[in-house]
């Protein structure tokens, strides 16, 4: 019952970050008028494409110009300039909140779609079939790797997984797509340059899944090389911390079998910290990774916000930042839960 | 009496970065059956060592040990170490860590921890060990229920407690008890002592007993044995050792004692504990003791007897 409540209450908590979130989207572009002069931007530029096309129909300028008056009006109704930014901004909120994300100003997906639900559904499957895999590839072998070093501190292979990871870690993640292309697609020429489909892409389903996995080799390899050596390296510190417990060298002494004793006495308590890692590093891996993505021109979630970004498409740039903190408190809920069953001390 | 434990010549070296670190030097003494002895000195003179060589979980950076632990005559050192694992870990020795308020895993129940040993023992499930932990746990004071509940549900006093169940969980002769009682406020204190004493009245165990404080290893001990940098310098039974010390470190050690009566201020050793890497010459002691003289500085002193009493001091040579 009582953990109904906690958990209750982590809900109500996590709801409350959501709200927040939002409050200083509306902030920060409200207060500081970057919405007003998006809009603005917009109106401006429409009304360019307006008068081209009306100057065609209407000769006298006089009436032109009362009929591009009259649009404008129209126009600064419709996006709301005439309404200060804390009466609109929240309505845009209102209606976000009910997962109505609207539809983009400038970006498009490649069909041609401006509706912000289909821009996304379209880049999302890339950014998970690319970022999503190359973290659980490093993740499952970092923790390995890790582990295994902390078991055997000090010696000659921890010194090997040590070295590696700072490596890797200090690599940067443009430079090495860099290198994969000059050696790969270069000089071998066995994986493209970069994209997602060859081609003409293919046809079939089967040729179609086989053509994306072959142009992400590249990308994920890259992924995996710079990240994996964190992995590697935050579970060997972890897995090392527990090794020096004291409750360590009492199973020890009491006689416990080796296997059970890192099973039981080693990973099981280092557990909820290296769950914590994986949970928030899938959630995460959703929003792309926008360095690699533009290396190997591959259209997704990290370009996607990027380029929201630069061409100030605030419908977007809404949208896909509810999006991310929406991710990010499912995966904290996520969290909380599993905590529950890992680690007995947060069950009251 | 028997001798249970004979400790003969022990000796041992840890490599550290600033060389060879000296923590035990031929240290020998004999524990007789359902004796206990008190093991007494200040922080780092080798007492854990001597427990964790008996455990035989000494730390890998240990480069130089020597000497014999003569177990119901039998060297324990020199055995396999599947053979120690099977016949004398946890089954005739184990031992209470210090700090035991660290010495459970958070993860895991309580009872489950404790009775691991019996599981593995004897092959039984923890449904069948259960009711060995209970009875253990109903004898050292401890709620049946305790057994369900997790390390950082129990307070102090209780853990200990669980942690005594632990090793007694196989019926050992020996328990070495390190600091069992340092991390535990003074009422805690007394009612695990007095609960150490019922366990060594009942159940006849032979327990060594590591602390710093002098006057609690009087409590409790037949005989006492004092440590300073890692050489036993004064061994005897409890009453001699605390009514008539000899060795000028011991002295000092208990005119340190505070007392609740009289007037008479309790004193301190000047200087610190001597460096194990770069130990004095002659008598460890001899930079900080008030009767030091000449031949203190290049001779190292060997065991004297004195009565009934040993003592390592060139005083009673």
Not at chain 1, 53 to 61: A, N, V
Not at chain 2, 205 to 224: E, G, P, Q, V, Y
């Amino acid at each position: 019952m009582s953990l109904v409540r906690v958990l209750a209450l982590k809900a109500v908590t996590l709801i409350l970050v959501l709200f927040g979130v939002l409050m200083l989207v509306v902030l920060v572009l409200g207060a500081t008028g970057v919405s007003d002069r998006i809009l603005t931007a917009y109106v401006g530029e429409q009304l360019r494409a307006v008068r081209q096309e009306l100057s065609q129909r209407i000769r006298d300028p006089v009436e032109l110009e009362r009929a591009l008056e009259t649009y404008r009006s129209e126009l600064i109704t419709a996006y709301g300039l005439d309404r200060p930014w804390y009466t609109r901004l929240p309505q845009m909120i209102l209606r976000v909140l009910i997962l109505d994300l609207g539809s983009s100003r400038t970006v498009t997906s490649f069909s041609g779609s401006s509706k912000v639900s289909d821009i996304i559904l379209e880049r999302l499957p890339n950014t998970v079939a690319l970022v999503t895999t190359a973290v659980a590839i490093s993740s499952a072998v970092g923790i390995a790797l890790g582990a295994r070093a902390a078991l055997k501190a000090g010696s000659r292979y921890d010194r090997a997984v040590s070295l590696f990871s700072s490596v890797s870690f200090a690599l940067p993640s443009w430079w090495m797509g860099l290198i994969y292309i000059l050696a790969f697609s270069f000089y071998l020429g066995i994986f493209p340059f970069g994209g997602l489909y060859s081609t003409p892409p293919p046809t079939t389903p089967l040729e179609r899944a086989a053509d994306i996995l072959w142009h992400a080799t590249l990308p994920v390899l890259t992924l995996v090389t710079v990240i994996l050596g964190g992995w590697a390296y935050i579970s060997r510190t972890i897995v090392l911390n527990v090794t020096r417990e004291d409750f360590v060298a009492v199973a020890r002494a009491k006689g416990l079998k080796e296997n059970l004793l890192m099973r039981r006495y080693i990973i099981r308590p280092a557990a909820p910290p290296i769950v914590t890692n994986i949970v928030f590093a899938i959630s995460g891996s959703i929003g792309g990774a926008i360095l690699t993505e533009t290396v190997f021109n591959f259209p997704g979630m990290g370009r996607l916000y990027y380029e929201a970004i630069t061409s100030f498409d605030e419908n977007l740039v809404i949208a896909l930042t509810y999006l991310y903190t929406l991710i990010y408190i499912a995966s904290r809920f996520i969290l909380e839960i599993l905590y529950v069953v890992l680690d007995p001390r947060v069950r009251i | 009496m028997m001798v249970l434990l004979d400790v003969r010549n022990l000796t041992i070296h840890y490599m550290t970065e600033r060389g060879v670190l000296r923590a035990v030097e031929d240290v020998s003494f004999q524990l007789e059956k359902g004796e206990t002895m008190g093991l007494v000195g200040e922080s780092g003179c080798g007492k854990t060592s001597i427990a964790l060589a008996i455990m035989r979980t000494l730390p890998d950076n240990v480069c130089f040990s020597s000497g014999e632990l003569l177990f119901d005559g039998e060297d324990i050192l020199a055995i396999p170490a599947e053979r120690y694992d099977q016949e004398i870990r946890w089954r005739k020795i184990s031992m209470v860590f210090q700090g035991a308020l660290n010495s459970f895993n958070p993860v895991l129940r309580i009872g489950f921890q404790v009775a691991e040993p019996l599981m593995q023992s004897r092959k039984i499930s923890w449904d069948k060990a259960r009711g060995e932990v209970a009875r253990l746990f109903s004898m050292l004071g401890l709620p049946e229920e305790t057994i369900w509940r997790y390390p950082h549900e129990l307070s102090g006093g209780m853990k200990q407690r669980a942690m005594l169940a632990m090793a007694l969980i196989l019926r050992p002769k020996l328990v070495i008890l390190d600091e069992p009682t340092s991390a535990l406020d003074v009422s805690v204190q007394t009612q695990i002592m007095n609960l150490l004493k019922r366990l060594k009245r009942d159940m006849g165990l032979a327990m060594i007993f590591i602390t710093h404080d002098i006057t609690l290893a009087s409590d409790i001990c037949d005989r006492i044995s004092v440590m300073y940098a890692g050489e036993l310098v004064e061994l005897g039974d409890a009453d001699d050792v605390l009514t008539n010390p000899l060795h000028p470190y011991t002295r000092k050690l208990l005119a340190a004692t505070p007392r609740l009566r009289g007037d008479r201020p309790p004193e301190y050793i000047p200087g610190s504990p001597p460096d194990l890497v770069n130990p004095p010459s002659g008598c460890r002691f001899h930079p900080r003791c008030p009767v030091m003289f000449d031949r203190c500085i290049s001779v190292r002193p060997p065991m004297f007897s004195s009565g009934r009493v040993k003592v390592r001091c060139l005083l009673y040579g």
